[in-house]
C-alpha cells in the first residue's frame, strides 16, 4: 500500500538525507595496495612464475639510467617521514644553490633527489649530517634497478660521541681508529681537532644502516709493556632507537622482518633458518 508503514519509513530515510550527501555518492572504496613481499613469499612467486618473465635490455635502460646516475640520490628519514620536497629546499639552503634540486617521491617513504650538477650532489653526499624537521636524513647515491621498500638506503652520515675517552687516546689517528668499529671516520669536529673538550671526542662517520648499531668497543692500550683494556661507548646523534630485534634504525620492532617465522614450518623468512635471539641459537645479530 502506498500510504503503509515500509513506505512511510523509506520516505522518511530520503527526506533525511541532503543534496550534499547525494552528490557525495557512496563512500569510497579503500585503495588496493600491495604489500612488500618477504624473501620467502617472493621465493614462491619466483617458483610460481618462473616462466612469466619481462626481459629488459641493457641497451634499452641505459639512455634513461644516464638521467639519473651521476646527479641523483635516494633520500629517507629515519624517524618520521619528511617530505621529500622538505628535504630538496633544505639542501638548496643549505649548499647555497642556484636552482631548485628535483624531488620524485617514491613508495615507502623514499624519495629520488637529482641535481643539476654532479659536484652538487657530491657536495650533498659529504657534507652530512643531513636533518630535516628534526628527522635524521638518510641519503645514499642512486643505484640501478632500486626498488623501495626492498632495499633501503644503506648510507647515513652522523656525528658520533666517544665519552670519558682517556685525554692520551685524544690523537686523530687514535679516534678514526677507534671510531671506525662503529662506521667510515670522515672528520673530527673543530673543538676534537683541536683539544678544546676532552669530555669527549666527536667524529663525523658515515653509518651503514643496513647493519646493526654498535654500542661501543673494548679498547686495548700498553703501559710500560703491560695491556691495559677498557670499553668505550659509543653515542649516536640524533639517530632514532634502533630495533630491539636486530639493532639496525629505521624501522621497530613490530615492524622488523628480520625474524619473520614462516607459516607451517621452523624456519624464518629473514635468516633461513637460524633459531631467533633467546632460543638457544648462536645467532650473533641483536641490538
Request: net charge neutral; glycine share 12%.
Amino acid at each position: 500500500m502506498a500510504g503503509g508503514p515500509a513506505a512511510q519509513g523509506v520516505g522518511e530515510a530520503m527526506k533525511e538525507r541532503s543534496w550534499a550527501d547525494v552528490a557525495k555518492g557512496p563512500a569510497r572504496q579503500p585503495a588496493w595496495t600491495c604489500h612488500q613481499p618477504s624473501s620467502r613469499e617472493l621465493e614462491l612467486m619466483q617458483n610460481r612464475f618462473s616462466d612469466e618473465v619481462v626481459d629488459i635490455s641493457e641497451e634499452e635502460l641505459e639512455d634513461a639510467r644516464a638521467e639519473w646516475r651521476s646527479s641523483a640520490v635516494i633520500v629517507k628519514s629515519l624517524g618520521r617521514t619528511v617530505p621529500g620536497e622538505w628535504i630538496a629546499k633544505e639542501i638548496k639552503r643549505v649548499g647555497r644553490l642556484a636552482y631548485n634540486v628535483e624531488a620524485f617521491p617514491l613508495m615507502d617513504g623514499f624519495t629520488v633527489l637529482r641535481f643539476a650538477k654532479e659536484e652538487d650532489r657530491e657536495a650533498a653526499v659529504m657534507n652530512g649530517p643531513w636533518t630535516v624537521a628534526g628527522q635524521l636524513v638518510a641519503m645514499d647515491r642512486w643505484q640501478p634497478n632500486f626498488v623501495p621498500g626492498a632495499k633501503g638506503v644503506g648510507r647515513v652520515v652522523v656525528w658520533l660521541r666517544l665519552p670519558r675517552l682517556p685525554v692520551d687516546y685524544w690523537r686523530k689517528e687514535t679516534i678514526y681508529k677507534i671510531a671506525a668499529r662503529a662506521g667510515n671516520p670522515l672528520a673530527l669536529d673543530g673543538f676534537t681537532e683541536q683539544g678544546r673538550r676532552f669530555g669527549f671526542a666527536r667524529v663525523k662517520i658515515e653509518l651503514d644502516c643496513s647493519g646493526s648499531l654498535k654500542p661501543g668497543t673494548m679498547v686495548r692500550g700498553r703501559t710500560g709493556g703491560v695491556e691495559e683494556t677498557f670499553w668505550q661507548s659509543f653515542v649516536y646523534e640524533n639517530v632514532p632507537a634502533p630495533c630491539s630485534k636486530c639493532g639496525q634504525i629505521g624501522h621497530s620492532a613490530p615492524e622488523c622482518g628480520r625474524f619473520t617465522p614462516v607459516a607451517g614450518s621452523g624456519e624464518t623468512a629473514e635468516t633461513g633458518g637460524r633459531k631467533t635471539p633467546g632460543s638457544g641459537g648462536d645467532d650473533q645479530g641483536g641490538w
